[in-house]
């Protein structure tokens, strides 16, 4: 889907379509599948580019980092981006303005990818290390049984560590006053 930010007048443009990702690269050599996406907002004329603020609502499968277990992911934010035929550079910028401070969006002849903009937010809302729910117990280090599906796994959670022999002989002395 595009916006052509050629074809909008003073008067602003509304938009609301649902998109069809497919699946995005998850950063790992995998994929990660976008099971549904909506994007809706504002477009306006700001001189010579284009704001647009808009909210975007996706749902991506992921895996959980404690437990691998697959499950449905919401992103879900709001954004404002400023839509320019080219990147500025350092040194046209006016005044104090950085223009790394903006959040820029390229529209090459006028024409904004939809479809790349969300991608862009669907990553930015992902969590570094994605979570099934905040409580996962995860997979038991021993035996690699799922600790949420399949309770507890009766491996000694006890992990002899020599490094921490000084500390456990700490503790033993502190029990006995």
Known sequence: MFLDINKIDDQGLSFDHELRLGDLDDGGGGSMPVLRTRISGRAEKDGDAVVVEARLGAAVRRACARCLAEFEFPVVTEFALRLVREMPS????????????????LAADG????????????????????????????????????????????????????????????KDRMSRY
């Open 90 to 105: 350092a040194a046209s910028a006016e005044g104090d303005e950085d223009p790394a401070d903006e959040a820029l969006f």
């Open 111 to 170: 024409i904004a990818d939809l479809d790349l903009m969300a991608a862009e937010q669907i990553y930015l809302g992902l969590p570094m290390k994605p979570l099934c729910r905040k409580d996962c117990k995860g997979l038991c280090p021993t035996c690699g049984v799922n600790r949420n599906v399949e309770g507890e796994c009766g491996c000694p959670v006890e992990i002899d560590d020599p490094r921490l022999a000084p500390l456990r002989e700490l």
